[in-house]
């Protein structure tokens, strides 16, 4: 059985997180496992909600997993309320297998950072995709086909990607994460390959040198994240769909429930041959500040992640609730998949 359990793990570490981190470590037991966060520290991870939906995705690829080997899933979220460490415990017993179909996108999914064509998402995927993403009581999934609605929300979140060349820990953060060649990507097998963000070698060569903070702050002077932000606005504008996930109350279990959520919408949109890019991050910062820990975010930085992200909430009209990730979507325009890698799943004892 704990033959099986590995090999059920080792595909199921083809989920998504950010920046690739895989911030997770397992123990396997006689019909369970433990799963724990073993995330490091970062500005966008306030009260480990990144990583809570990390982990969600996780564990939604491997109760499917599970199921096509005959094995059914029961999901404890935080089983021991003394160890916030200590994510989820599924223990497994004997059921009839399911129908591969359900786990075949999960080593097809990847991000899609490049430009979608402009065509409108098909009927039956779009019901499929909206579908996929409800999981109540926790979340409810939105997707947005609205033009001037998508070019409104783009404009804002946009923002979102300025931040690294505003703010140094987060520009350390992106840097830290990024691996520019396929030696070191085969290396480390965690972080996201450079052709994941660019395949323009001019682009390329320009990341480069902007890896250097003294640099980045030397072409500010003449707007460079101002030039950063029109670009990737350019880029998402053309996105036909965007979607948002909106949780009730503001439980660290919502967002493992997010995360759930999220894969099963990225495995629909993959079964659609529809591409999938987070766009979370001033969401990410933004909870920061309302949980007033603003960490090395400055005032001048503060104003602007509140009022992007306080227009957000106000164009969708969400009060009482919590937006916990967002998401653009479209048909690729090229067939190229950049390249993915994952450790192997490591085991504690
Ligand atoms: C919680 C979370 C946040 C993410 N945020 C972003 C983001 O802001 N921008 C982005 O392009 N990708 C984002 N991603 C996608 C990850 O970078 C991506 O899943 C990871 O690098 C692995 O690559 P793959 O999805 O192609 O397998 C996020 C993923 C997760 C789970």
């Known amino acids: 059985m704990q033959e099986i359990f590995r090999k059920i793990l080792a595909d199921a570490v083809f989920a998504p997180s950010g920046d690739n981190q895989q911030p997770w470590t397992f123990r396997l037991g006689e019909n369970y496992v433990d799963i724990y966060d073993s995330s490091t520290p970062s500005l966008y991870d306030f009260k480990q909600h990144a990583t ?16 096509v080997e005959g094995y059914a899933s029961k999901v404890k979220v935080f089983p021991d309320i003394k160890d916030y460490k200590h994510i989820s415990r599924i223990e497994f017993t004997d059921a009839p297998k399911t129908d591969p179909e359900s786990i075949r996108s999960i080593k097809k999914r990847f991000t899609d950072r490049m430009p979608f064509l402009k065509h409108r998402i098909d009927a039956r995927a779009n019901q499929a995709i909206q579908e996929a993403g409800q999981r109540p009581p926790f979340v409810r999934f939105e997707m947005i086909q609205s033009r001037s609605l998508v070019k409104k929300l783009v404009d804002l979140l946009a923002v979102g990607d300025k931040m690294i060349l505003d703010n140094q820990e987060l520009h350390k953060y992106f840097y830290d994460n990024i691996r520019w060649t396929d030696d070191e990507f085969k290396r480390t097998q965690d972080g996201m390959h450079i052709r994941s963000i660019t395949r323009n070698p001019m682009m390329k060569f320009l990341l480069r040198i902007l890896k250097s903070w003294k640099i980045t702050k030397f072409f500010r002077l003449f707007g ?3 030039t950063s932000y029109l670009m990737r606005r350019h880029i998402y504008e053309k996105s036909p769909a965007l979607g948002y996930f909106v949780i009730h109350n503001n439980w660290a279990e919502s967002y493992v429930e997010t995360g759930r959520a999220l894969q099963s919408v990225w495995l629909a949109a993959t079964d659609y041959d529809i591409s999938l890019q987070p766009m979370s991050s001033m969401l990410f910062l933004y909870s920061r500040l309302r949980g007033n820990s603003p960490e090395s975010i400055t005032n001048w930085e503060a104003s602007i992640i509140n009022r992007v992200t306080g227009n957000v909430y106000k164009l969708l009209g969400v009060k009482d609730e919590v937006i916990t990730f967002f998401v653009r979507l479209g048909y690729a325009k090229t067939e190229i998949r950049p390249p993915s890698v994952r450790k192997s799943p490591k085991f504690i004892e």
């Open 52 to 67: 809570y939906i990390s982990h969600g995705a996780l564990i939604e690829n491997i109760v499917r997993l599970a199921a």
């Open 224 to 226: 460079l994240e101002y």
